[in-house]
């Protein structure tokens, strides 16, 4: 049977999607059953919103760490990349009635989607979404997707984490490498469980632990 699951870690999940669609233009017989994203920016990456001049530093609110993620991408790969990921990672490329995600609509028809995101970073008092919380690189929002509009997400189930966004996350901060996304135990058994289930969640409630 030719048939996959795809999971997607960070721009891998959006890579995948790109992927489903693809193999639908060329009349692929792979059919795919469904798809996770784990720690993906959906609308974007506030150290991409950053460097394209969106967010602004003071969106840290003081953080240190927020801080130097944003001004060390913006040396290390937006200046280096000005019209690659910096550009194609920020919610201006993303979003909006003319954005990327738009272009894709009806890609994920008929495949369900288990979105997963982590929330370690967190502020107190007012904080700017687009920001915070987030798992170091990834706002949970945008790795929830939480404005994608069902035209382009119509199946979709979600899962937050106290987790970073990747190993090399938790080790600046100088945690264990279980405490980020591609290593929590609870990270692996949701995506098993995401692949396990795929054959009847479409028959099951659409936006199961997402944001409202």
Known sequence: MNEVDLVGHS????????????????????????LVTVGTPWQGSYLADFANGSVPLADCAGDQFCENQ?????????????????????ANFLTGPKGWNAFQAGVLDGIPVTLIGGNHFTRQGPA???VWPNDG???LGSALAVDIDDSVLPHRQCYTFDATHSDYVS????????TALTWDPRVLDAVNAAIENAPT???GPNREGCPA
Not at 11 to 34: D, E, N
Not at 70 to 90: C, F, I, N, T
Request: aromatic fraction near 4%; hydrophobic fraction near 45%.
């Open 137 to 139: 690189l990834v706002a």
């Open 171 to 178: 080790m600046i901060v100088n945690l264990p490498k279980e």
């Open 70 to 90: 944003m001004r060390g991408y913006l040396k290390d790969v937006a200046q280096a990349y000005p019209s690659g990921s910096a550009h194609e990672l920020g």
């Open 11 to 34: 721009m891998g999940g959006l890579y995948a999607r790109s992927a489903i669609r693809a193999l639908a233009m060329t009349g692929s017989p792979v059919k795919v059953g469904s």
């Open 201 to 203: 969640a479409l028959g």
């Open 128 to 130: 700017d979404s687009a």
